[in-house]
């Protein structure tokens, strides 16, 4: 069993940055991922992180947001440059998946608004 934690979320204006985390206990040898769903659409795929550190990225964030992990602290994160407003969305965090696809635990979540 893997239970996920996020933080990091908040109020940011166009162009600034955020850092979100999560914090997983039980194994660390999954992929790990971030999701993020936007009121009135579906949950889609922000990047993902294998256990070897290998990476995958939306088209919509490339060069912009950067996925990493520590595993010895069993905690992912997610460096957000030059924000938008269409990044508003509540950011999950997920992991036992693949590169492409979720897996089956999930974070509570935490909210993302970038906003003037």
């Known amino acids: 069993q893997v239970q996920l934690v996020e933080s990091g979320g908040g109020l940011v204006q166009p162009g600034g940055s955020l850092r979100l985390s999560c914090k997983a206990s039980g194994s660390n040898i999954y992929t790990m991922g971030w999701y993020r769903q936007a009121p009135g659409k579906q949950r889609s795929l922000v990047a993902t992180?294998?256990?070897?550190?290998?990476?995958n990225y939306a088209d919509s964030v490339k060069g912009r947001f950067t996925i990493s992990r520590d595993n010895a602290k069993n905690t992912m994160y997610l460096q957000m440059n030059t924000l938008k407003p269409e990044d508003t969305a509540v950011y999950y965090c997920?992991?036992?998946?693949?590169?492409?696809?979720?897996?089956?635990?999930w974070g509570p979540g935490t909210q993302v608004t970038v906003s003037s």
């Open positions: 997920n992991a036992g998946g693949n590169s492409w696809r979720a897996g089956q635990y």
């Open positions: 992180i294998t256990s070897s550190r290998i990476t």
